[in-house]
């Protein structure tokens, strides 16, 4: 046996890669339309949670198809850490090589998180939308708030308003401060109380959350309108009853929707098993993202390792041909008895 060596490479190397966000969101719309092949392995995620509202998942997956990959993410969410000056969800990914295992690549989790995160939403976006979207509303300044904005302008070039609220006024200021310069043809118009909110939902076609988990609702029912896509990214902001309330429940996998509402997570229950669509389906054609519209279109996508691993293969492809990151030696030799 020759010397094992595997790819270590950084949040700084993956940024210094220059991934174009269209790549991601082409990954991710490829991956999703993988899955609904039936060509994947994706088994439920699995936790630890050492604190209160904190969790760290382990997320493996295998790509089948034309480009397989396999790995995992372990991945913490720890709220408090921004008071730390932390990043709050971050972790690690490991790549594996499909004939023999071996680990190829372990890399930097946060970013791939917060982009593919944003991806999945815009790929439910281009096809669940209506025709004429050029105002959403985002609560939540932080992270996938960032990344939610850049990425739904991807998909959604017309998008001319973006309104964004948070709970601390200081998170809406840095995000205005951040974002304008960034998408410099969006207006962006701060949210400061429930009556700007409520003002922001009714002009906007799109609403998306991206808050921490909390024992209350933020959103409910009576503040939606028809027409709109609604895409909560936490599992408890909206009222449950607005689960079943939507003429249309689209989700990134069935059996991590089910785990969520035996853990309590959908507090009126959902649709119907045969109502439950995912985007994948949506993406072939098996299932129609929309019908009309007129109807409400609620997701629910709790985050599936297969965009993880799509996202991982990918940097490391690049990686390894842009020579970006540094080759660890994992084994020098077979032999281990001394
Ligand atoms: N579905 C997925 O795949 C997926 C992936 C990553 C993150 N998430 C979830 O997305 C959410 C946001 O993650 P993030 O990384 O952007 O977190 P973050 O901490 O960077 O940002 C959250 C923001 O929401 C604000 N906020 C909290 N509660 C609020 C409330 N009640 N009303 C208004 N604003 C409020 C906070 O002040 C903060 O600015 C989290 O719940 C996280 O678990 C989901």
């Not at 700084?12 to 991934?19: C, M, P, R």
């Not at 269209?22 to 936790?47: R, W, Y």
């Not at 300044?141 to 850049?150: F, L, T, V």
């Not at 929309?290 to 599936?304: K, L, P």
């Amino acid at each position: 046996m020759s010397k094992v060596t595997f790819r270590y490479i950084s949040q700084e190397d993956i940024l210094a890669l220059n991934i174009p966000y269209e790549d991601v969101i082409n990954a991710v719309e490829k991956v999703m339309s993988e899955f609904s092949k039936g060509t994947c392995q994706l088994p439920v995620k699995i936790h630890v949670n050492s604190r209160p509202q904190t969790y760290i998942n382990a997320m493996p997956a295998y790509i089948g198809g034309e480009n397989e990959a396999q790995g995992m993410k372990w991945i913490a969410g720890y709220p408090n850490n921004r008071n730390k000056g932390l990043p709050v969800t971050w972790g690690l990914m490991v790549m594996n090589d499909c004939e023999t295992g071996g680990v190829t690549a372990v890399m930097d989790a946060r970013w791939i998180t917060a982009i593919r995160t944003a991806a999945v939403a815009a790929v439910t976006a281009k096809y669940c939308k209506v025709k004429d979207t050029n105002t959403i509303t985002i609560i939540g300044a932080g992270e996938q708030g960032r990344s939610n904005a850049r990425l739904m302008k991807i998909v959604i070039p017309e998008l001319k308003r973006i309104y964004i609220g948070d709970l601390y006024d200081a998170a809406i200021d840095a995000y205005l401060k951040k974002m304008q310069p960034l998408m410099p043809d969006v207006e962006f118009i701060p949210i400061r109380n429930d009556e700007e909110r409520q003002k922001a939902i009714d002009n906007s076609q799109i609403l998306i959350t991206a808050t921490q988990r909390s024992d209350k609702p933020i959103i409910y029912t009576e503040m939606l309108h028809k027409g709109m896509l609604g895409i909560p990214l936490e599992s408890t902001a909206w009222e449950g009853k607005t689960y079943n309330w939507a003429d249309r429940f689209v989700c990134d996998d069935v059996n991590l929707v089910k785990q969520y509402l035996a853990d309590g997570k959908y507090t009126d229950g959902l649709p119907k098993d045969e109502d439950l669509l995912i985007l994948g389906d949506i993406i072939n054609g098996k299932k129609c993202g929309r019908a009309s519209e007129d109807e409400f279109v609620i997701t629910s996508s709790h985050g599936i390792a297969l965009s993880d691993v799509a996202l991982g293969q990918m940097i490391l492809e690049k990686a390894e041909k842009q020579g970006v990151g540094t080759v660890l030696t994992l084994m020098e030799e077979a032999d281990i008895i001394r």
